[in-house]
């Protein structure tokens, strides 16, 4: 049974930091494209960021690039999404996902892609 679980989390005041974790089992992990998602109330689910199963190679949507890293520990089965410089715009919920790489092109901003999601984890920003 595959489980994503994130977790980090919480409330910041602007301009702070946050690092999400999302810990994975149940699967190869290293067979897996990872994405971080999130959704704000009333909105669509909205990618954020993406790593390549292999090879480390990054994405992001253009409202986070300079300011969210998006990392994996193979070892670890884990993926994070540090977050710098947070605004009240980045307020939602936050969900991991992974995609089993196919010999296709990936469309890693799309949520159709991925096999498997966690939970979400609710990160706020207050102004």
């Known amino acids: 049974q595959v489980q994503l679980v994130e977790s980090g989390g919480g409330l910041v005041q602007a301009g702070g930091s946050l690092r999400l974790s999302c810990a994975a089992s149940g699967l190869t992990f290293t067979n897996y494209h990872m994405g971080w998602f999130r959704q704000a109330p009333g909105k669509e689910r909205e990618f954020v960021a993406a790593?390549?199963?292999?090879?480390?190679?990054?994405y992001y949507a253009d409202s986070v690039k300079g300011r969210f890293t998006i990392s994996r520990d193979n070892a670890k089965n884990t993926v994070y999404l540090q977050m710098s410089s947070l605004k009240p715009e980045d307020t939602a919920v936050y969900y991991c996902?992974?995609?089993?790489?196919?010999?296709?092109?990936?469309?890693?901003?799309?949520?159709?892609?991925?096999?498997?999601w966690g939970q979400g984890t609710q990160v706020t920003v207050s102004s």
């Open positions: 996902a992974a995609d089993r790489y196919q010999p296709t092109r990936w469309s890693f901003s799309s949520p159709e892609e991925y096999d498997y």
């Open positions: 790593i390549r199963w292999i090879g480390g190679s990054t």
